[in-house]
């Protein structure tokens, strides 16, 4: 080999002297060896003469006596000189002897692989067909692993056609992007051809190769849907493929664009890293994400599924058809995906209220921008590796937030009209942040470039203190964050307002850093109606006993009774309200019988009796109590088992409210879990165990275990261990770490690194009681090469160092943590881990607030008497 490429090495992007227009494909996948044979035969078209071609490749052995370079124009071959595969980087260099000239060429490799059990790539999955064990073979490429598949331009903006041809036994299914155009078979072996496909990214090409039972559907213009399942389970299929066909037929009027392909196919693979993932036509799912079975299903995983389904297929628009230019703009697909994703499950399904549960998004992009670790949404990608971290809830559910508020202050139509002139304008094309923004402030004639810029260029976001002063209502902007430490950035902020009631709405932008209104009366004034705003409003004192009492009185719309909570919680994490004034607020929420509402004063409850368990152990009895008589009432309403005719939400407020009256050791749920829990292991058909409250009883059961009293445990795991319904196996995983017992708990977390659980589901484990905390950092210690090596090359790594790190609330934790990691660093862990560690000293500052709240104790003693 001539030179070491120096020059190609460390760029985060390929050279642009030549680039791909079409790629001819053949694989040969073995499925008892795990190994794969492939061919691909490029059309290049090399704009400046070069003699490399660089291109992608990982973890494939290129033949390189198999490498040359044919030329259109003449037909001349030129066999390359020399092949270099450059790890560090995953590219291959192909050299020539002569310059290759300007014009198309088609550039020849054959290659092997392996199929891995990486969930990336050209990988193995594996699954069950009477009762015995079988390998499938499976793409998942997002965002940088069809080079572990074939050699390719591995880059978003580098999009070509896609001829692809597979080799499989003939007795299996195989699928991909498009329509099968032959087969012909030779013995026990096939060859599928597929019909070429239009121009895409290749992180959007895939193929399944296994045994698969389909249901089948139309749109109203004649595309093909199926949904594709495991063999005998196709009942399960049928509601995901109901939404697809009704969800397609949304998307092509809101858009209005077709969908470009001839068929949809959706699959579920039992070994699957993330959610969803939207290949052009072939969406592959976690089962869990698209199968719905009407009998053990709780209403959660419905919704679920649909939304899964909703945000997969937005994308065969937004990312698909219309693709980001670079990593750096994910948050165009990721974000959009998701806000649209609510849009078509409200208008299927409106008894969901779906939009105030979109809330849940936004408080989580809030809670991660709120950190000084967090990112602009629009972020620098240097390495391949950097990209799967931005996976985050900054690029979906800030960016999805963020296009609610923009769509909130243009309008629904305007906003829509735009979107369709964006779509059609970059259609089979690439586009940024910008292009977008440049089309709605055209279409609209708003300045939103100047708008959003503020938004997705800078990290973080603003809270809005509000006062009044001489008969004045004053505003001013800060930068919000967590850790309380400040900075001088600045929004532009579009501020709405009611006064006394919502027909007295006022809205204006905030571009300076303060400024005043002269609305003042006498009633009570709520910032940030609806909550379509990115930001977080501090109330003076006034201003907030009247929203107390307003929500008390039933004035408040449950978005706006949301927001006033949630700001607040985010401001007593951050020392700029007390817990005192937190709990008082909570008090005013005793009729509330909102499900969004009630699901995030749950969520708020486990993470105040958290903190306070580090800070005041000796108030946790009586803020249990205080909590326990908030839910006991609406969930004694609800009692335990569906009332016919009930409403969704009901559905899902029941199973949040029983977990959490569980986790708070209510004896009357305690009992009536256990007395439920053995009916159901005498006859799995019970019907005292409706799907909504199994999670809740599964941790019930958990709570009553310990190491000398294991028959609850014992009995969870034959459930587990019996069930074939992946959503059964997520919800016992998830339950099993609640357990007040460290040994438990230890034992627990060596099961989910067990062959018993699929490497998938492990994640789901990590919960673990406050009890067990202190056991699960020695372990993830005492196991880190394991599971580094295990899930190191995905983003799943990240929840291990997430969910056991973050609970801490101490600095000397937070410093053991950093040095244990220091000598372990990987930039795939690197933004996950000082998020962590922020969140660590942010809960440190909590509890030495709340230690120094002096009327803590007097306020708890009061609302865990009153009742
Ligand atoms: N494009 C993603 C899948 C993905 C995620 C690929 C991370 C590579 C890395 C897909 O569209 C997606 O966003 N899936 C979500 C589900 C969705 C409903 C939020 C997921 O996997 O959680
Ligand atoms: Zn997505």
Not at 124 to 144: C, D, L
Not at 400 to 405: E, G, K
Not at 575 to 600: H, K, P
Request: aromatic share 10%; glycine share 6%.
């Amino acid at each position: 080999m001539a030179s070491s490429y120096s020059e190609f090495k460390g760029q985060p992007r390929l050279p642009k002297f030549a680039s791909p227009k079409r790629y001819d494909i053949r694989l040969k996948p073995d499925l008892v060896a795990c190994i794969f044979d492939g061919v691909v035969a490029i059309d290049v078209d090399v704009v400046s003469p070069t003699k490399y071609l660089v291109l992608n490749a990982a973890d494939l052995s290129v033949d390189s006596s198999s490498v040359f370079f044919k030329l259109k124009s003449t037909s001349l071959e030129i066999r390359a000189s020399g092949v270099g595969l450059i790890e560090a980087d995953e590219i291959l260099v192909v050299e020539f002897g002569q310059e290759l000239p300007v014009g198309i060429g088609i550039l020849n490799i054959s290659f092997q692989g392996t199929l891995n059990d990486q969930m990336k790539g050209f990988y193995r999955s594996v699954y069950e067909i009477n009762g015995e064990k079988k390998n499938m073979a499976t793409t998942q490429f997002e965002p940088a692993d069809a080079r572990r598949c074939f050699p390719c331009w591995d880059e978003p903006a580098a999009k070509a056609t896609f001829k692809i041809t597979l080799d499989v036994p003939s007795d299996l299914v195989a699928l991909s992007n498009m329509p099968v155009i032959e087969e012909k078979k030779e013995g026990d072996i096939k060859t599928v051809y597929f019909q070429e496909s239009p121009i895409m990214s290749t992180y959007l090409v895939a193929v399944v190769v296994g045994l698969f039972d389909f249901v089948e559907s139309h749109t109203s213009d004649g595309i093909k849907v199926r949904c594709y399942c495991q063999v005998g389970k196709t009942e399960q299929g049928k509601f995901a493929l109901e939404v697809a066909v009704k969800t397609l037929e949304l998307y092509e009027k809101y858009f209005d664009v077709p969908y470009a392909l001839p068929k949809l196919d959706m699959i579920a693979i039992p070994d699957f890293a993330a959610g969803a993932m939207e290949n052009y036509g072939l969406v592959t799912y976690r089962e869990s994400a698209l199968l719905y079975d009407e009998k053990n299903s709780a209403a959660a995983y419905k919704q679920r599924v649909a939304i899964v389904v909703a945000h997969e297929l937005a994308h065969q628009w937004f990312g698909n058809l219309v693709t980001m230019e670079w990593w750096t703009h994910l948050w165009l697909n990721e974000g959009f995906a998701t806000w649209v994703s609510y849009l078509a499950a409200d208008a299927l399904f409106p008894e969901w209220k779906i939009w105030t549960q979109f809330l849940d998004q936004t408080t989580d992009g809030l809670r991660l921008d709120g950190l000084s670790e967090s990112h602009p949404i629009e972020v620098e990608i240097n390495h391949a590796s950097e990209i799967d971290e931005i996976f985050d809830a900054i690029s979906y559910r800030k960016g999805a937030s963020l296009i609610r508020m923009l769509q909130s202050y243009l309008g629904a139509d305007p906003f829509q009209r735009a979107l369709a002139c964006y779509i059609k304008k970059y259609a089979c094309s690439n586009a940024k942040t910008e292009d977008l923004w440049a089309v709605l402030e055209e279409v609209s004639g708003e300045p939103v470039k100047e708008l959003m810029n503020s938004w997705t260029q800078q990290k973080g976001y603003p809270v809005i203190s509000v006062s009044v002063r001489d008969e004045k209502l004053e505003l001013e902007q800060a930068h919000f964050l967590l850790s309380g430490s400040p900075s001088d950035s600045q929004w532009i902020v579009p501020i709405t307002l009611c006064c006394g009631s919502y027909d007295n709405h006022h809205s204006f932008l905030l571009k300076e850093k303060s400024g005043s209104l002269d609305i003042v009366g006498s009633s009570w004034i709520k910032f940030n109606v609806d909550q379509t705003g990115f930001y977080r409003v501090k109330y003076d004192n006034i201003l907030e006993a009247k929203l107390r009492d307003a929500i008390e009185r039933g004035q408040l719309s449950a978005t706006d009774r949301f927001g006033v909570l949630d700001d607040t919680f985010a401001l007593c994490t951050s020392g700029q309200q007390s817990l005192t004034s937190l709990l008082t607020l909570v008090a005013s929420f005793r009729e509330e019988t909102d499900y969004t509402v009630l699901s995030n004063l749950i969520n708020i409850s486990y993470k105040v009796m958290r903190i306070v368990a580090d800070a005041t152990p000796e108030l946790v009895d009586g803020l249990k109590k205080f909590f326990i008589s908030l839910f006991e009432h609406p969930a004694g309403k609800l009692g335990w088992e569906p009332k016919p005719g009930e409403s969704h939400l009901d559905a899902l407020l029941r199973g949040e409210l029983l977990t959490v009256l569980a986790e708070l050791g209510h004896e009357g749920t305690l009992n009536e879990a256990i007395r439920r829990f053995e009916a159901f292991c005498a006859d799995r058909n019970s019907p005292l165990l409706p799907p909504d409250t199994r999670k809740a009883t599964y941790t019930a059961v958990m709570q009553k275990v310990t190491a000398s009293n294991r028959s609850g445990y014992e009995a969870l795991l034959k459930v587990y261990r019996e069930c074939d319904l992946s959503q059964e196996k997520g919800r016992i995983i998830g339950s099993l770490a609640s357990c007040p017992d460290p040994e438990v708990v230890l034992e627990v977390l060596n099961f989910l690194l067990s062959s018993e659980v699929r490497s998938q589901d492990a994640i789901f484990g990590l919960s673990v009681s406050s009890q067990g905390r202190e056991t699960a950092w020695k372990w993830l210690q005492d196991k880190w090469d394991y599971i580094s090596k295990t899930w190191g090359s995905g983003y799943l790594i990240t929840r291990f160092i997430s969910a056991i790190v973050s609970p801490f609330s101490s600095i000397e934790k937070a410093k053991e943590v950093e040095e244990f990691f220091a000598s372990r660093m990987k930039p795939t862990i690197a933004r996950t881990l000082k998020q962590s560690l922020e969140r660590v000293q942010i809960n440190a500052r909590w509890v030495q607030a709340i230690q120094k709240d002096n009327q803590l104790a007097t306020l708890v003693q009061n609302l865990s008497q009153r009742n």
